[in-house]
T-cell receptor, first 113, second 117 residues
Framework: SQQGEEDPQALSIQEGENATMNCSYK?????LQWYRQNSGRGLVHLIL?????REKHSGRLRVTLDTSKKSSSLLITASRAADTASYFC?????????????FGQGTILTVHP | GAVVSQHPSWVICKSGTSVKIECRSL??????MFWYRQFPKQSLMLMAT?????????EQGVEKDKFLINHASLTLSTLTVTSAHPEDSSFYIC?????????????FGDGTRLSIL
């Protein structure tokens, strides 16, 4: 079973609004990553945050990590219709940089023009 | 950036046929590749971890004889679905990780949609 739980499962917003997705995990992690998947395509890596980091930015993306709560959030600011996709968090178990990723259930984001 | 090429992107075949899916790292060497299966509107389920020059490590519940994995070179891993049946129909995705120290993201192929009639 997947370790990560994400909420909401689906999010529908208007262009220009911000989108926030949350992810929780169960075991200690080395890092947490966010990926995007367009319909019928593979995953694209968005951002990686290490276990000793609390916040990270990349363009319109902002990721936070709270290891005490075992949770992370992804914020997309000023959303665009092209941001419509599924977003997954993925964690790599603590103690290794080479271990397998465990994916969350994903959030389906729809941005209406 | 690192590119992973997966082929074919779409396969339709009759029940009982064996299907081979290729996963290539185009501009980097990947000592480890991962094979995932994804059902509609669901997350990725790791099937196996493929290590160059050694046997693949399969996740619990994944049949080794059904899903044959070969990782003969640092840039190529293949997944063969043997004697495929309709229940094997799914979206299969491979990914590879650059084998460098420190945290590295995984790079994904575009997936193969397999439909067994």
């Amino acid at each position: 079973s997947q370790q990560g739980e994400e909420d909401p499962q689906a999010l529908s917003i208007q262009e220009g609004e911000n989108a926030t997705m949350n992810c929780s995990y169960k075991t200690s992690i080395n890092n947490l990553q966010w990926y995007r998947q367009n319909s019928g395509r593979g995953l694209v890596h968005l951002i990686l945050i290490r276990s000793n980091e609390r916040e990270k930015h990349s363009g319109r993306l902002r990721v936070t990590l709270d290891t005490s709560k075992k949770s992370s959030s992804l914020l997309i600011t000023a959303s665009r219709a092209a941001d419509t996709a599924s977003y997954f968090c993925a964690s790599r178990a603590g103690g290794t940089s080479y271990g397998k990723l465990t994916f969350g259930q994903g959030t389906i984001l729809t941005v209406h023009p | 950036g690192a590119v992973v090429s997966q082929h074919p992107s779409w396969v339709i075949c009759k029940s009982g046929t064996s299907v081979k899916i290729e996963c290539r790292s185009l501009d980097f060497q990947a000592t480890t590749m991962f094979w995932y299966r994804q059902f509609p509107k669901q997350s990725l389920m790791l099937m196996a971890t493929s290590n160059e020059g050694s046997k693949a490590t399969y996740e619990q519940g994944v049949e080794k004889d059904k899903f044959l994995i070969n990782h003969a070179s640092l840039t190529l891993s293949t997944l063969t679905v043997t004697s495929a049946h309709p229940e094997d129909s799914s979206f299969y995705i491979c990914s590879a990780r650059v084998h460098l120290p420190g945290d590295q993201p995984q790079h994904f192929g575009d997936g193969t949609r397999l439909s067994i009639l």
